[in-house]
């Protein structure tokens, strides 16, 4: 086992412990992507790795995408277990069609015969004042596509955990790495038994109203709960970790409790998670709401530029302001 | 004639003052066509041949493909180009130390390979540049403080492309070099005889987005110059990661010549781009330049190189500086005077004051511009946000007005 310590360790940190755990555990495991060797990614996510495994292993691959994921598939065809990593969110379109077409449907075209265990790491989410590409989140666009997971990790434990069931999951898994919460410290239990890789976690309870979210917002959520609590309400936090598929009885039984509920993310609300977990709870909770799912997220408008980035993301006043309209039902 | 290896990685170098009438690049009559033999894994190839008017050394010599003529103004022009460029560049880098721009993509070293190329255009040429072509906006007469916006994160671009007929920087790599094609084809059916120039690294080169606007510049014979500027590196990537053959040489696949310039001699640039240009413009249809030369800063101010290169390939890059070797001979040829070095120097002075003044007096854009321009025939939806947006931020200035209390931070 890599991890030695359980330690505090920034989420980038505990990414890349858990690839070396992988690396080390497995030996069809592979790195691939562009500048993850000597660099170690331009977040160090991969720091150390080529040293350590070798350039077979850990690869420094062409500028291409569409390449990337392609081989990811072909080797995985012949046993080997990728983990990719695509520089930022904007840089995933080469490979969307590779990643739609033949990546999310290989398995069921063979009749269940071939697995796709491959696993698409994208550092997403705006918030560290970047040029455009660099901001977005595209999660929609991928867990709209029957045959792919996606994952998204709130803190440092996750992040290393949720990276090993990734990897070890026989389905294509594509990983969200909230990246302005990489150098966010936190306590990386790697003795402990991991909840599974899909299951939703209350990360704060609550009484008054839900809060749902997963990545760089759960944080912003757990904030907004403590800011409200000085005004005597009570949130229930809600850390989702995975968009595909999304652990609705957690939410159910939150939401059953509180009977309010807004869905926090970055990504536009126009035809975003929040739509599906909103229009699910609907159906699930209909005699418990005494609102209606609040969604707070990203305008249907191209991620801002950095000097209005502030503004265009949801924070803690755009988060509270969603509460008080709920509760103002 | 110098040939350069990606050097430090392991292949040879020579280096010689003279070239041969044998060293014939495949522009023109003659597509590389034996390249693909050399390719042999394992084997040691020579390395190729590449244009070159003048050394590093500032000796002016021949080529039998590419001649060259220029008055001692034009001389002194590319010169001033190169100059001015480079101080603009040092001052967005120093800018974005201060923290007047977010990131600064540095051009240092690729000065003769933009100022060449740039100075070769016709006015309605039209560019489509990575995110590094300064020196190109500058001969296409972009104001610099415009490609300042992007970097300092008021805009996501930033100028009107037609007004320069120099389209927005374009970070997603290789995606402009089919617009560059399409442009191009554009011009043919309007009858026109304007070029265009694609803009793109040697990174670049391996996308697929590239390929397929090497296939359709080739299958429609578009008036459209593909300048690659190999400047060895791909952020932490060395050229061989990308590629087995010299750039160059992937024209010939594709049915269209290929030919390597020496990328830090402003003149060789100069004339190849123009010969390109012209094949374009006279109907031959899509030529590949390679524009060889070393990037000698960071990939961006967020890139560390020292993880990755050795500072001596740097080193052996500084001898082969594209400016200083044009001052060598603009001085050995007695064709600028002390006063005209000096009267640059008070140029670059004035040009750095003014980058100065104008990004720290560059308003940040208004909040609401995020709904701006988004459909040129508007949405609904965006009609609704905006609204409801603006009534949210109004909601605290009421906020400050009747309890005094600010926002607690969006
Ligand atoms: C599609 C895409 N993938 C990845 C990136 C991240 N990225 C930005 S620049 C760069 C390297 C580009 O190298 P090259 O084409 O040689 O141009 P140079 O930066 O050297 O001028 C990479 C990988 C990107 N901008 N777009
Ligand atoms: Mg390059």
């Known amino acids: 086992m890599a991890a030695k310590s359980s330690g505090q360790l920034p989420v980038a940190k505990a990414i890349n412990e858990s690839l070396r755990a992988s690396l080390e555990a497995d030996p069809k495991v592979l790195v691939m992507g562009e500048d993850v060797g000597k660099l170690g990614g331009v977040f160090r996510v991969t720091d150390g790795l080529q040293k350590d495994f070798g350039e ?32 930022f969110d ?60 996606c994952v998204s990790p709130s803190n440092a434990n996750d992040a290393y955990w949720m990276m090993r069931q990734a990897i070890e999951s026989d389905d294509p898994v594509i990983f969200f790495e909230p990246k302005r919460r990489y150098w966010d410290k936190g306590v990386v239990d790697t003795s402990a038994i991991p909840a599974p890789l899909h299951e939703a976690h209350v990360a704060r309870p609550g009484t008054d109203l839900t809060l749902a979210a997963y990545g760089p917002m759960v944080k912003t959520c757990l904030e907004a709960a403590a800011a409200a609590e000085e005004e005597g309400r009570s949130l229930e936090v809600v850390d989702l970790r995975s968009m595909s598929p999304i652990d609705f009885d957690t939410v159910q039984r939150s939401v059953e409790k509180t009977g309010r509920l807004v869905v926090v993310h970055e990504a536009p609300v126009f035809y975003g998670s929040g739509a599906e977990i909103a229009a699910r709870i609907t159906e699930r909770c209909f005699y418990h709401l005494e609102s209606p799912v609040l969604r707070v997220g990203g305008f249907h408008a191209p991620y801002p530029p950095a000097r209005l980035e502030e503004e265009y993301l949801p924070g803690l006043d755009r988060v509270l302001d969603a509460v008080d309209r709920s509760l103002a039902y | 004639m110098t040939v350069e290896s990606t050097a430090a990685r392991g292949t040879s170098r020579s280096s010689s003052g003279k070239r041969t009438a044998a060293a014939k690049t495949a522009a023109k009559k003659a597509p590389a066509k034996k390249s693909a033999s050399r390719a042999k894994r394992g084997s040691a190839p020579a390395q190729p041949e590449l244009v070159q008017l003048l050394t590093p050394e500032g000796e002016r010599v021949e080529h039998p493909d590419y001649a060259i003529d220029l008055k001692p103004e034009e001389l002194r022009g590319l010169y001033r180009d190169m100059v001015l460029t480079r101080r603009f560049d040092s001052e967005a880098t120093s800018l974005q130390r201060q923290g007047e721009l977010g990131l600064w993509a540095s051009l240092l070293g690729q000065e003769a390979a933009q100022i060449g190329s740039g100075r070769a255009l016709r006015d309605d040429d039209y560019v489509f540049p990575t995110y590094r072509e300064h020196g190109v906006a500058w001969c296409k007469g972009v104001d610099p403080a415009n490609l300042l916006g992007m970097f300092r994160g008021v805009n996501n671009g930033g100028w009107d492309p037609n007004s320069n007929n120099f389209h927005l920087y374009t970070i997603v790599i290789g995606s402009q070099a089919l617009h560059a094609t399409g442009y191009a084809m554009g011009v043919t059916k309007d009858g026109a005889d304007s070029a265009v120039v694609a803009y793109f690294g040697d990174g670049a080169s391996s996308q697929g987005d590239v390929a397929e606007a090497f296939t359709f510049a080739a299958v429609y014979n578009a008036p459209v ?39 830090n001699d402003v003149l060789a640039v100069l004339a190849v781009t123009r010969a390109a240009l012209e094949h374009a413009r006279s109907g031959q249809g899509p030529m590949l330049v390679e524009a060889f030369t070393y990037r000698m800063g960071a990939h961006t101010t967020s890139d560390d190189p020292t993880r990755y290169r050795a500072d001596d390939e740097r080193v052996a890059w500084e001898a082969k500086d594209p400016i200083l070797r044009l001052r060598t001979y603009l001085e050995n040829e007695g064709l600028a005077d002390e006063a005209f070095f000096a009267g640059l120097e008070k140029e670059s002075e004035e040009l750095g004051v003014s980058v100065r003044e104008k990004i720290r007096t560059m308003p940040d854009p208004d909040t609401m511009a995020i709904f701006e321009n988004v459909y040129a025939d508007g949405h609904a939806l965006i009609d609704e946000e905006r609204a409801q947006f603006a009534e949210y931020l109004a909601s605290f200035a009421d906020a400050d007005e009747t309890a005094g209390t600010a926002g607690r931070g969006h």
């Open chain 2, 225 to 263: 110059v593909f300048f690659c500027q190999n400047n060895q590196w791909a952020i932490s990537e060395p050229t061989e990661k990308q590629s087995r053959v010299p750039i160059y040489q992937r024209a010939a696949g594709f049915g269209f010549p290929g030919v390597r310039v020496d990328g």
């Open chain 1, 90 to 149: 904007g840089f995933v379109f080469p490979a969307y069609d590779q990643i739609v077409t033949q990546l999310a449907k290989m398995h069921a075209r063979a009749l269940g015969k071939v697995k796709m265990p491959v696993v698409i790491r994208i550092p997403y989410g705006g918030g560290i004042g970047a040029v455009e590409h660099h901001s977005e989140s595209p999660e929609a666009l991928f867990a709209h596509v029957a045959g792919l997971k």
């Open chain 1, 56 to 87: 077979d292993r850990v690869i420094d691959t062409p500028l291409a995408e569409s390449g990337i994921v392609g081989t990811a598939i072909g080797l995985a065809l012949r046993g080997y277990r990728p983990v990719v990593e695509i520089q």
